[in-house]
């Protein structure tokens, strides 16, 4: 018997349809169907007009793209999956035509209005001498197919068109980057927000063409206005200032855990691995307890857990912003450190809590610090959760005992997810604790708004971005969602506090160590 | 029957390659452009090809040059090409293509800092211009670029229906704008036809949706001639499966770099034809083969035969081939692990309209470049030739219709011819019974993939023919579109371009059965060994509405035919 596929597809003729509606269909399902295959079989065999764009059914021209179970994918490159519902709508943001056809009208207003060209103040000679070196990042970012997904995947647009989107963003830097453009392309940067973008890489995830869009065109042209002497936002500059000044990047409070600890070892009898723990600024200077919570979770999982007591931000809030100079800075000051209390102690691992720290230390600091010296950092950098899962192993960690009788769900931190491909490892650890019903949000991996210092320089637009997140979390019915972030936990508090729903913050490292306790009880 | 009227001096149909370039040229006169497509901007099949473009710019191998470009592109075109246009060809390649580099187009680099040049198949040095494998896409972002910065007024997502012709010269196309459904008319001095080939009246392409030969069909009906439309490259390696994927390029680098052919008994079969060169035949050669294997009952289960590099060191393949392992893992292959099943794909149509040295046609007003013109490659084209010919041909075109227009006024309209087709449209969506577009173009373009295919015999494509006039007659005015709807309705879109397939499709059936030799691509196999084929078919729509075809003398500048 052939499979199908039961797929809704979301139906609108404004002409005479008051509003739109989803249609089902049942497809039937080959091996190695593309989302594409799946339309094209709906439009022959059951309603020949339904409408929906494609062309070259091969990820070259940029038509197909559509909204697939909630993200902005190319139909004809996203697989179907046999065993689940499909759900297909249009893109975000513009309006719809009829069915999956959209007005791409505003992305076209948009780019028009960049002088989307390579603006020349004179003719070039025949030929034009340019060296394979000069065009090389221009050759990466230039793969673009206009399929506008990522501007509908985009957290930011989807609140204002105020920032223009990934894919113009784009544009620009590949015209900073082309030696042979004249505009001052940063100025326009500026005008076009680029400092509205929270760097959660969506973009980047469903880009066809996998272009790096946060880091060749957003951090790229914020570095090159930071460096034309354009100033950052006030927040942003208090952070920057801060991390130069006290190696963290928020003024200290309450004492620090750094300050706290009596000692760097925290040593158990039969050890099974030691790591180094790089605690990052928040869970130093705000979050102590988590930090204590993490120790003993790995000590009681047999790991040596080391705390250098001189620590250094690993200046996330520069590299984002466009400090290069304190950025890098930083990321040698902590490779220093990291790499001696690895030679001290005799181990190889940092184990990280923070997904912001994390993606730096492995996205940021590794490469700048191998193109510098030659030679990357010469430790590995775990997530908490990565750790225990695949280094401990999710057979060998000792079970907490302890119920919390609760429905969880998870927000997953952008630069976690897609950050460092730690997408399963929080849930599974959060599914071993006894009592918890996890709940899964189909917008799990959704900005919350805090990131890319947004938060700190665009504080109305990140709570709008919050609030939106806020309904999806809610909207799970769960009682507590639970993140392995800072600046999300802070971010989610701050919008929970308004919540009617009374729904609880955690952050997961917490929760283990409280069911652990539990069951010492 | 409500219609609007557009004006403009020159107006371009198409924006791919050819149509992009023209009407930056002819805005680049201060004229009034429009130009039209049945796609957004940017996504016409231009920006499928892979390969690169041909000119002989000498900075990988000095000692080419025009003339050898030009030998290779007569000898390639079995000597039927039109000598002439091939010259234009190969004088103006270079330039256009510093055009598309000071548009801002970025081609991969010699050491030396100017655009590196490939070795492409059939040419005596290495002369083929790229951007990686998307060197399409590069000039399609680069022209999409371009046209941004001129006055060019993008009309995308408008589909022309048919060319108007006034007072013995251009004057304008009826469309249908596909958005909204509204019809519109559109009035020029000029026009230029851009409208790409018709790879989709086969069941296998490696094609566009778009191209299924609007631009051969509107201009014979308006009286244009068109030549060599015979003559059709098949591409022995298409994708077999799934269904969206059937007909997808598998690029000649696969065989290049050592794949090898097997039938379903697990045969390498290119032994008992070709067994010097095995799989490394011409492509029309290695296309026969696999079609032999697959009609004689040795192919695989999707209808192909197995191409297999799965005996190559994984690091090879992983270096050389990135873009065929992301191709085949959408289709759940791993081609290091598994073999692949390919079958011969319609790639490209050597003929089209019939041009002069000015890319103008046979009405006065009327130009044309890109793949739907014919003459520039002869019998069989070569790889690289068709981007350079978008651009010379295109910035060509553009200009002559500048030139038209600025010593020509608008014709008047006839208003009946245009209400006349308009009703013609609206009567699809009217009709209660008739044939649904989807089943209509199913029949045509199996009936072209099984009977004027690779392997040609008189009693197919006489049957063809037959077939096709009935069709013509029976089936066309009688397409009927299931839901009565306008706005983006892609079945009205079908039913619309269904008239426009059949008359393309007739054409090549009938100047096919003329030939009754071989000859570049037109291969036979009850060849007459006395029909030598030295001579091009062209073909018009006569006086009394039929279909006329006559044989015509080889335009010959430089190199004599043996
Ligand atoms: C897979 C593949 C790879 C290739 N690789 C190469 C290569 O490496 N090198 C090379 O030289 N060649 C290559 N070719 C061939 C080459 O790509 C084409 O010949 C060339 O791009 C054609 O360009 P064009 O501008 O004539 O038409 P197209 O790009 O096909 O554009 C046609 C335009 O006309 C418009 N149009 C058509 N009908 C209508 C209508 N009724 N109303 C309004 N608009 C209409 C379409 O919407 C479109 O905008 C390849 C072809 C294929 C299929
Ligand atoms: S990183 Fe996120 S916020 Fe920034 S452009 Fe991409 S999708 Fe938008
Ligand atoms: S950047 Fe990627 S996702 Fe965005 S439009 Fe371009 S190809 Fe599409
Ligand atoms: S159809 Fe061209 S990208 Fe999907």
Known sequence: ???????????????????????????????????????????????????????????????????????????CRTKVEPDEELVLEPLEKMPVIKDLVVDMAQTTFRLRRIRPYVARDKKPERPEIIHAEEIEKVREIRKCIECSACLSNCPIVHETWDYPGPMIIRQLARLELDPRDVEDRVAMAMNESIYSCTTCKMCEDICPKKIKIPALAVELLRAKAVEAGYPLAEGQQGFVDQINKTGRAVPEKNPPLLKAIETEEFFVDNPNGRVAFFTGCLIDYRMQNTGKALIDVLNRNNIDVVVPKEQWCCASPAFRTGDLNTAHAAARRVTE????????????????????????LREDHRPFIEEERGEPPLYKVYDMAEYMIHVIGKENIVPPKGEIKMKVTYHEPCHLGRGQHVFD??????????????????????????????????????????????????????????????????????????????????????????????GDA | MNYKTIMCDVLVVGAGGAGCRAAIEAASHNLDVIMLSKELLGKAHTAMAEGGYNVSLGNVDPDDNPETHFKDTIVGGNYLNNQKLAEILVRDASERVFDLEEYGAVFDRTPEGKIAQRPFGKQSWRRTAYASDRTGSEIMVTLTEAIRKTSVRVFDEVFATKILVEEGRVAGVTAIDLKYGDYLVFRAKSVVMATGGAGRIYEVTSNAQLDV??????????????????????????????????????????????????NNKGERFMKNYYP???????????????????????GSPDGGVYLS??????SIVEFRLESMIEQFEDAGVDIREEPMQVSPTCHHFMGGIKIDEESGTNIPGLYASGECTGGVHGGNRLGGNALADTQVYGALSGESAANFAKENTHTGINQDVIVKEFEKLE????????????????????????????????????????????????????????????????????????????????????????????????????????????????????????????????????????
């Open chain 2, 213 to 262: 030969g609007d631009g051969y069909g509107m201009a014979y009906e308006a009286g244009c001639e068109l030549i060599d439309m015979e003559m059709i490259q098949f591409h022995p390696t298409g994708q077999c499966a799934p269904p969206s994927a059937k007909g997808r390029l598998v690029t000649e680098a696969v065989r290049g770099e050592g794949g090898i052919l097997l």
């Open chain 1, 425 to 518: 490892e929080p849930i599974e650890v959060l599914k071993l604790i006894p009592g918890v019903e996890y709940i899964e949000d189909p917008y799990k991996n959704r900005c919350c708004g805090a990131g890319g210092g947004v938060r700190a320089g665009q504080r109305e637009l990140s709570q709008k971005i919050a609030t939106t997140r806020k309904e999806y979390i809610e909207a799970t019915g769960a009682d507590m969602v639970t993140t392995e972030c800072p600046f999300c936990t802070i971010q989610l508090n701050d919008m929970m506090k308004e919540s009617s729903t009374g729904m609880k913050v955690r952050y997961i490292p917490d929760l283990l160590a409280e069911s652990y306790r539990k």
């Open chain 1, 1 to 75: 018997m052939t499979k199908t596929i039961k797929t809704k597809v979301l139906r609108y003729n404004p002409d005479s349809d008051n509003e739109p509606y989803f249609q089902d269909f049942d497809v039937e399902y080959e091996p190695g169907m593309t989302v594409l295959d799946a339309l094209l079989f709906i439009q022959d065999k059951f309603d020949s007009s339904l409408a929906f764009r494609w062309e070259c059914r091969g990820g070259q021209c940029g038509s197909c793209a559509v909204k697939v179970n909630t993200i902005a994918r190319i139909a």
């Open chain 2, 309 to 314: 590099i799965a005996h190559l060191p994984k």
């Open chain 1, 337 to 360: 450190i990291f790499e001696e209390a690895c030679k001290k102690y005799d181990c190889d691992t940092v184990v990280v809590a923070c997904a912001g720290c994390g993606k730096t």
């Open chain 2, 427 to 562: 009567a699809m969506l009217e009709r209660k019974e008739g044939i649904s577009p989807a089943d209509a173009r199913d029949e045509l373009t199996k009936l072209m993939w099984e009977k004027v295919q690779i392997f040609r015999k008189e009693e197919d494509m006489q049957y063809a023919v037959k077939e096709l006039r009935r069709i013509e007659k029976d089936v066309v005015p009688n397409i009927k579109v299931d839901v009565r709807v306008k706005r983006f309705n892609p079945g009205w879109h079908q039913a619309m371009e269904f008239e426009h397939m059949v008359m393309t499709a007739r054409m090549v059936a009938e100047a096919a059965v003329i030939r009754k030799g071989s000859r570049g691509a037109h291969y036979r196999v009850d060849a007459d060994p006395n029909d030598k084929g030295y001579y091009n078919i062209v073909i018009r729509k006569g006086e009394d509405g039929k279909m006329e075809l006559r044989k015509e003398d080889l335009v010959i500048t430089k190199i004599i035919p043996p």
């Open chain 2, 276 to 298: 010097e060169v095995m799989e490394l035949a011409g492509r029309d050669q290695v296309a026969r083969s696999i079609m032999t294997e697959v009609v004689e009952g040795r």
